[in-house]
């Protein structure tokens, strides 16, 4: 059994092949072998038919030689990846989704893939917290002045002033890995949290939370508004200009999901008039954003660049979920977290047809 642990800057190769120490079922008859890539020092991008990847993908086959496992966070498993390497069975992604893997062409080629889903939720639903904060006191901006020798005692005039997490009434949309943690630690903190999810089971939520019924009843009492769902083709854009408009005025807005649930354009719009009170992004709608875009000038908007889930221990987790159903596999057992459970469960996988 080859396992090829193929790392990057940020789960690095040490981070999997520590994670994979200790496993039952990964004894010494496992052999694993090494490269890493120069990602996050590079950006990542789409080609060959993946996304968000980096590496080179003759470096990645020839690595490959005589694998049975891949270990990997960004790596691009093309279809020219898979196909090129035979004796390949799983391919484990240490990220919630695997968008580097051309799952479709695994699943033809009856590779197995399996995901490390919610390994960044704390980080992520931290800082969306920490946005929600930076907005609402304007950190960042107030971090700018000082240090250009700007002190400034105005901002303690009564309309400059944002509101306090502790007695607000939260928007939470999407209450799944990231949501729920965001939701659990604002009511913590003594928000009043709606939640609109139309897929949540309602008996989930805890103390402090409600479910709304529907999106225009959370927003149109959600002084702070976050989002937290997956982007679809069907959920693109879903908060507006229509939707800003119905949140209570002075409102937050923060998004740390994916920059095409959101109307930029609209936020702006909010932030210029005065109807909004601030926003905070950690997603763009464009990743980077062109020089120039509006929102360099919009005031009170906060950015961070993809960052929400970047912490020491969602790199850790990321490889210890992986290693987890890696060991699962080679065990003989089905791998909790599939993302073509059917190739696992039919004569199409490699190491079940002995291929
Ligand atoms: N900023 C970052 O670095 C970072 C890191 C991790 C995740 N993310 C993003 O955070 C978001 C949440 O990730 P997750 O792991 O919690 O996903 P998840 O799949 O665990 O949860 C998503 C939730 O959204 C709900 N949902 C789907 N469509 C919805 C809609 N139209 N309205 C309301 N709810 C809807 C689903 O029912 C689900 O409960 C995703 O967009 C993900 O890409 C960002």
Redesign the pocket.
């Known amino acids: 059994m080859k396992i090829l642990a193929a790392g990057d800057g940020f789960v690095t190769t040490k981070v999997l092949t520590g994670a994979l120490v200790g496993q039952d079922g990964l004894s010494e008859a496992v052999d694993v072998s090494s490269i890493q890539s120069n990602w996050p020092n590079e950006p990542y991008s789409d080609f060959s038919g993946v996304k968000e990847a980096f590496g080179n993908e003759d470096d990645l086959i020839a690595a490959l030689a005589g694998a049975d496992v891949a270990f990997s966070h960004t790596y691009p498993f093309s279809e020219r990846v898979i196909a090129s390497c035979p004796d390949l069975k799983l391919i484990t992604i240490t990220r919630?989704?695997p968008v580097n893997v051309d799952i479709e062409a695994a699943t033809r080629h009856g590779v197995v893939v399996s995901n490390a889903?919610?390994r960044?939720?704390v980080?992520?639903a931290e800082?969306s917290v920490a946005m929600i904060m930076a907005a609402a006191r304007q950190i960042a901006q107030r971090d700018s002045e000082v240090k250009a020798g700007d002190w400034r005692s105005d901002y303690y005039n009564y309309d400059a002033v944002g509101p306090e997490i502790a007695g607000s009434t939260v928007g939470v949309?999407?209450?799944?890995?990231?949501?729920?943690t965001a939701a659990r630690i604002l009511a913590a903190m003594g928000a009043h949290v709606i939640v609109?999810?139309?897929?949540?089971d309602p008996s989930v939520l805890e103390p402090g939370m409600e479910l709304a019924p529907d999106?225009d009843s959370m927003l149109e009492r959600s002084s702070i508004l976050t989002?937290?769902?997956?982007?679809?083709k069907?959920?693109e854009h879903?908060i507006g200009a229509e939707q800003i408009a119905k949140l209570p005025d002075q409102a937050i807005v923060v998004n740390?999901?994916?920059g095409g649930?959101l109307d930029y354009d609209a936020v702006a719009d909010g932030l210029d008039s005065g109807k909004l009170f601030a926003a905070a992004f950690?997603?763009l709608p464009e990743e980077p954003l062109p020089a120039g875009h509006r929102l360099f000038s919009t005031p009170r908007v906060t950015m961070t660049p993809?960052?929400?889930?970047?912490s020491k221990q969602a790199a850790e987790l990321a490889g210890r979920i992986g290693a987890a159903d890696i060991a699962r596999f080679v065990r003989g057992e089905r791998p909790e977290h599939l993302m073509n459970p059917e190739v696992y469960e039919t004569e199409n996988l490699r190491i079940g047809a002995g291929k």
């Open positions: 919630g989704g889903p919610g960044n939720a980080a992520t800082h949309c999407g209450y799944g890995n990231v949501g729920g609109f999810d139309p897929w949540v999106l989002l937290h769902q997956r982007l679809t069907e959920n879903m740390c999901a994916r649930l950690d997603a993809h960052l929400g889930g970047a």
